[in-house]
């Protein structure tokens, strides 16, 4: 039997593909931590990372997943016994509740239903009503393809004289975060997103209230002390506190210098904005109804409800085992409802042709009536209107 | 000028030269962690590591450097106000008692001189002075080369009726670990060391009597929580509970399959036997000095006393600067009076060889009165009294 899928395609939301140059980096020599050659490499990311959160603070590297530099936030801010509020509106934001609880705050877990965003007044009703020392909350709900305003979100915080700590973990580098501009106390992030490479890199940007307050209340953390790691990393040289990850270093490296110099940060903040207009024109041509509300920043992750009589986890599973690509579906009480086409990271227009064109194929495969092309169609017209192709004839 | 040293060579005790076969999988395209392709890999990894433990454990594995591993031993072992007892002869060492610090216990610090063993006497009479719930101690002790008896100590603990937990972290799969027979109730490891992979992944082996004191004291950690991550390897497939270092699991699977299968544990035991002889005889026919006692299983990395009247500082500076082989000094109150020649992981004759002939070359730059060739001698001697080489004529 001829057999045209032959190619490995991942399109989720992190892991998310990398670019060759990244993972070619990892193939060269390890290298001691402490020699010149990797803290040059190691000082020119710190430095470099800066920009992507638009931000002067430290930004402080732990080798962990993403979840560490949460845990980073809740620990040095959360006090045993004081009030947290942990505001969540997907799986990720729901994280935040359990760290607070696991670090011994009195937390305040407020729930907004999944697949709508968190809006500044309502932010502002519940702190009028529980007031509370830090405010948790997440920036792209990766579970939801929701954008919180929080820029919005962190003036209402700081109205109530609260601190703010937001999961950026998905959206840094795909979507704007000014974090100085906007005045938000945390930032945190991870390396397998929008930063284009493997998971195991962990950020938080940390800025000087919040350091404050974590150096008031030491103890109870120590891998992920944020005085440890910014004292270590402000030497001069730079010098992390426990063996940094050196291969990972290597490749936000390389990744750092295509975002920051081959294409710049604005591109790439068009580009992902293209690619999540295009996915969501393509899922309306399709009939397919987005999950949440419809928001021109909602680019990091686009989920499309699964339309009635289709058995929703059989969208991945068709597109996995018959085409050889990588979609996620949905997580906890959305599984089955929802498919995810991610386009965070190393992702192009037909990236997404891709995406649209086999979910339109396993649609029709699962018994829904489709229109094959039309959602493709849809995205071509959204990037021929942008003047993709760019690449100048010969 | 001739310049005749155009290689980079890196023998430090961790980061550890990769095989090549380890850092070229890291070039492959990324996995998605849940993709069927990746936990198969992620499985496999989990139940081969357990050999290399020696242990029917279940090995749970985090995203982060050795010392997250060491920090998961002392949040879910250590209760606030409680008696835990570090017992430091090097750098290492004395992270446990900052550890117990952190997480609140009524740490005693017990430190025996840099350089010297802990021996079971000593930790008998002090157990009996000041009993402890767990104590905390240090296999081999990379600051200084020392390798310690923990299956006597573990004795020793279990007599007083305190549980045990060992940093292995430079010492697994060097020197012989028999966890479940020298009843170890947890060995904590990294990637990065005879593991022959990249920084960035670590290890806890946590027994049964481990797992239940941690269970009956919950909170207080969260990512480095041994029961979330124990409940998520359990499931069938294996589950992490955040997203695993996807490259750096690649990148275990083939070091596994090399350690394992193709050189086989028992014959990396002894390679790394064969180096630390070689190097020993190195140095005493070089009329230097070893820091520590003559230990036949301190074969880890051998730490060598600068002699009288060199600048010890500049003998790893001339090594990297001139030849480009990065070699490690002294930490701390060692800085200056000893050099560590490591060979844990990825190390063969031939490395020996070349680190000695390199540190006779720079004591001679450095004025010292040194016999070149002769350490080479010595250590070829052992090499060929072993039967190396053993590569069958053509």
């Known amino acids: 039997m001829t057999e045209p ?3 490995d395609y991942l399109m989720t939301a992190g892991p998310t593909p990398l670019p060759p140059a990244v993972s070619q980096v990892m193939a060269e020599p390890m290298l001691y931590h402490r020699a010149p050659a990797f803290v040059e490499v190691y000082a020119r990311c710190l430095d470099r990372i800066k920009q992507v959160f638009q931000t002067d603070n430290d930004v402080l590297a732990f080798a962990s997943s993403g979840s560490g530099a949460m845990e980073s936030a809740a620990a040095n801010l959360v006090r045993p016994g004081e009030r947290a509020l942990a505001v969540s509106c ?20 407020h729930q907004v239903e999944w697949g709508t965003k968190i809006e500044p007044a309502e932010l502002d009703r519940v702190l009028g009503e529980t007031p509370a020392e830090v405010v948790f909350l997440t920036l792209s709900e990766t579970s939801t393809g929701v954008v919180n305003d929080v820029q919005g979100l962190a003036e209402v915080a700081h109205k109530h004289g609260a601190l703010i700590a937001v999961d950026a ?12 501009e906007w005045n938000i106390d945390v930032v945190v992030a991870g390396s397998q997103k929008a930063l284009m490479c493997p998971p195991g890199l962990a950020f938080a940007s940390v800025n000087e209230a919040a350091l404050k307050r974590a150096s008031e209340s030491p103890g109870r953390r120590y891998y992920f002390d944020w005085e440890k790691t910014a004292k270590g990393q402000r030497k001069d040289p730079p010098d992390s506190p426990f063996t940094p990850a050196v291969g990972l270093f290597m490749a936000l490296d390389v990744a750092l210098e295509m975002i920051l110099e081959s294409e710049g940060l604005e591109n790439v903040f068009n580009r992902h904005r293209l690619l999540g207009r295009a ?7 399709l009939d397919l109804e987005i999950f949440g509300p419809e928001d021109e920043n909602a680019n990091v992750v686009t989920a499309i409800k699964v339309p009635d009589g289709v058995d929703g986890g059989k969208i991945p599973k068709v597109m996995r085992d018959r085409y050889r690509i990588t979609i996620a579906g949905g997580q906890n009480q959305l599984k089955g409802k929802i498919v995810r086409i991610a386009h965070c990271g190393y992702f192009g227009a037909f990236d997404i042709l891709t995406a649209i064109g086999a979910l339109e194929m396993a649609l029709s495969e699962l018994g829904h009536d489709v229109e094959l092309g039309a959602g493709v169609a849809a995205a071509q017209r959204v990037f021929l209107e942008a003047g993709v192709p760019a690449a100048t004839p010969a």
């Open 5 to 7: 899928y032959v190619k």
């Open 90 to 109: 997907g799986k990720f934001g729901e994280r935040w509740a359990e760290l607070c609880d696991a670090f011994g705050a009195q937390t305040i877990h």
């Open 169 to 180: 973990v998905s959206a840094l580098g795909a979507i704007p975060v000014n974090q100085d």
């Open 279 to 285: 996915t969501r024109e393509a899922a309306k041509a």
